[in-house]
């Protein structure tokens, strides 16, 4: 089957590293995405990792792949008031053109 | 940086009446995609278009809904028969390879059918 979960909601302090964690249940998935949608605009495309790999860092973005649990997480380091948004996280697999995204994760930052 | 663009960023329209949404791609991609989210709910796909045809499509994508490229910059998404249930955030994407080359989305048009 197809499908992305992750928790709605993530409240962290200013400063401190967010964690937003992903499932996803097709072990064909070949292209892992973190997308960003702040109030009002569209899906920025943050990070992406390809199935093969375990890890990719880009500045203050770190994101872990756990291929055997299907899990992919998204580190956020030193987290600002501008990190707000909506995180979703999503899967593609070589075969297919979609992609499918998860509900996505509510981050708020608390000062 | 090249962005995808959309228009118009609000449409209201009456149910039953035929809608067009307008995209402009990254200039130097070739495949391109439709996707709609409807309030609270997921980020759904819809179709692919790669050298003017569709590659693929959704159950979601039936026969009132139809895409076009009709010049080098645009891409469109038709809706013939507005319904209720069509109300969405539209959302265009496009990408340069269909492969290891992700998907770049626009800022979306938010359609209200009355």
């Known amino acids: 089957g197809e499908d992305v979960e992750q928790s709605l909601f993530l409240s962290v302090r200013e400063g401190d590293s967010s964690v937003i964690n992903c499932t996803y249940t097709?072990?064909?998935?070949?292209?892992l995405y973190w997308y960003k949608q702040e109030p009002g605009a569209g899906l920025q495309l943050l990070t992406y990792i390809f199935s093969n790999m375990d890890m990719k860092q880009d500045q203050r973005l770190t994101v872990l792949l756990n291929k055997k649990d299907k899990h992919l997480s998204l580190r956020i380091a030193d987290t600002q008031t501008g990190d707000s948004a909506i995180y979703f996280c999503a899967e593609r697999r070589s075969s297919a053109s979609k992609i499918i995204f998860g509900s996505g994760t509510r981050l708020s930052i608390r000062p | 940086e090249p962005e995808v663009t959309q228009t118009p960023s609000h449409q209201v329209t009456q149910m039953g009446q035929e809608v067009i949404l307008r995209c402009v791609p990254i200039?130097?991609?070739?495949?391109f995609y439709w996707y709609r989210q409807i309030l609270g709910q997921k980020v759904e796909f819809l179709v692919s278009f790669y050298n003017n045809e569709i590659s693929e499509k959704s159950e979601i994508f039936d026969d009132q809904f139809s895409v076009e490229r009709p010049d080098g910059s645009n891409f469109t998404l038709k809706i013939r028969s507005t319904k209720l249930e069509d109300s969405a955030m539209y959302f265009c994407?496009?990408?340069?390879?269909?492969?290891?080359?992700?998907?770049?989305f626009g800022d979306g048009t938010r359609l209200s059918i009355l």
């Open positions: 200039s130097n991609h070739l495949y």
């Open positions: 994407a496009s990408s340069y390879r269909e492969g290891n080359q992700p998907q770049h």
């Open positions: 097709d072990s064909s998935s070949t292209y």
